[in-house]
């Protein structure tokens, strides 16, 4: 029987090739008024007909990528609710190592509907093990990828912080082969790192989940506001810190870091001598004498000891408001000009400081109990304002810049995964992190100078 069936497959994939051959021979010799932008539709359309798409060659049509990427239930991730469910998922984690774990698939071109790949029952098995496939779907020894296991893809996917797109592409192989027992020692880690958190929880607080690219405002114990926040690259890593918000800076000026002023600033205004005139960045020697950037000479040792301010406005790196949380690493908060960078699923951009999503209703938040502030808005009636300002806190928020990589939803169970950005989790996986090029912004805008 197993004769019969290779045989028959041979003998489709046969005619399948001999189709396309006579396909390609009718599109080369089509009239030559069809248009190349026609002509290539149609070879997409006949692909599509004869099935094209199970070689892999066929184009993909990329569509907007629907950010669904917030946590939904109101429960923080500093409480004990999230620990007994962290410590429940560790349970279920502890009887898959125990029962051998799952299948590692192997590497190589893309799987997606409707191709017929011998390594798709043991994708079956893999997403099975891992919850993600229902335990009575049928077809377990099948070899065809169905729209059953490209849902089940896309459910790993959101689980992991992927695209859901149900295909396993380059990028997902790495996150799908972690094995069951880093899993299980990653669930642990996350979970000391939680009860560390949940000692002493503020009654009102800021927390920022780093590779969770995401904030979570807490009143009384109940998240009230979730945002997604950008990070620091990895060679610029947004710290652990507590710290206390104490002020709203309303049209910050910002005084470039050395650090950023060295390594990204100085760099480029030796290619781009005019770019400090464009974005309203005033030069300064250490003394404070402001110098005309044009007659600087940005090769010279001389400018590594110069200082940087940009002017407040549209275009200032923290733009038009930052959070004022002083600590040892001289990170903060604050808004951006670049606000397409939140469109990204994976949002590892910055210098080490977080840019909020929203900020102006998070300040909202943050200023509720100060007088003549409690009524939603009244930042952005400050703003209108047009003008520098501070807010000083007569009530201090306590932020927290965690590094969560994994726990469980309290209300459904259902375990995270996110991607080792930084590699504190161990090595193994940090070599699970992979960027899909499909999701990622032009090389000049997420290298952008900020903080």
């Known amino acids: 029987m197993n004769d019969l069936t290779s045989t028959t497959r041979f003998g489709t994939r046969i005619f399948k090739a001999a189709m396309t051959a006579a396909l390609l021979a009718f599109v080369q010799f089509l009239p030559q008024f069809v248009t190349q932008g026609n002509a290539q539709t149609l070879w997409d359309q006949l692909q599509k007909s004869y099935g094209g798409g ?3 060659d066929a184009p993909i049509e990329r569509k907007p990528d629907q950010l669904d990427d917030l946590r939904p239930d109101a429960t923080p991730w500093r409480s004990d609710v999230m620990l007994n469910a962290v410590s429940a998922a560790i349970e279920r984690y502890q009887k898959i190592v125990d029962a051998g774990g799952w299948p590692l698939v192997p590497p190589g071109r893309m799987l997606r509907e409707g191709d017929d790949d011998d390594r798709v029952p043991m994708l079956r098995k893999r997403l099975r093990i891992g919850g993600d496939l229902s335990a009575k779907s049928s077809y377990y020894d099948s070899t065809t990828f169905d729209s059953e296991l490209t849902e089940a893809v896309k459910h790993f996917q959101k689980r992991n912080g992927l695209r859901e797109t149900g295909r396993i592409e380059q990028s997902v192989y790495p996150v799908l082969n972690v094995t069951a027992d880093q899993r299980l020692a990653q669930l642990k880690l996350n979970y000391d790192r939680l009860k560390g958190l949940t000692q002493n929880v503020e009654d009102r607080y800021v927390l920022v989940n780093v590779p969770a690219f995401q904030l979570e405002a807490v009143d009384k114990y109940e998240v009230q506001l979730r945002y997604r926040v950008i990070v620091g690259r990895p060679e610029r890593q947004t710290p652990e810190v507590g710290a206390t918000i104490k002020a709203l800076n309303f049209y910050p000026y910002w005084r470039v ?15 781009e001598p005019g770019y400090l005139a464009d974005e309203g960045i005033r030069v300064y020697t250490a003394n404070g004498q402001e110098l005309d950037p044009t007659t600087v000479d940005w090769s010279s040792p001389q400018a590594m000891t110069y200082r940087f301010k940009q002017d407040p406005g549209g275009k200032n790196a923290l733009g038009l408001l930052r959070l004022d949380m002083s600590n040892q690493y001289g990170v903060y908060m604050h808004d951006t000009p670049m ?7 994976s949002r590892p951009f910055s210098a080490g400081c977080v840019r909020v999503q929203n900020v102006f209703d998070l300040a909202d938040w943050i200023a509720h109990y100060e007088p003549g502030w409690e009524q939603p808005g009244r930042v952005r009636q400050q703003l209108a304002a047009g003008q520098p300002f501070e807010l000083k806190l007569t009530r201090p928020v306590p932020v927290h810049f965690a590094y969560i990589t994994a726990w469980a939803e309290p209300s459904t169970g259902e375990v995270q995964f996110r991607q080792d950005i930084y590699g504190r989790d161990g090595s193994a996986l940090q070599a699970s992190y992979t960027r899909d090029a499909d999701d990622a912004p032009s090389a000049r805008s997420a290298a952008a100078l900020a903080p």
Request: glycine content about 0%.
């Open 54 to 56: 199970a070689t892999n």
């Open 257 to 271: 870091p050395e650090s950023v002023a060295t390594l990204d600033l100085i760099p480029r205004l030796r290619k």
């Open 339 to 345: 606000k397409n960078l939140f469109d990204q699923r």
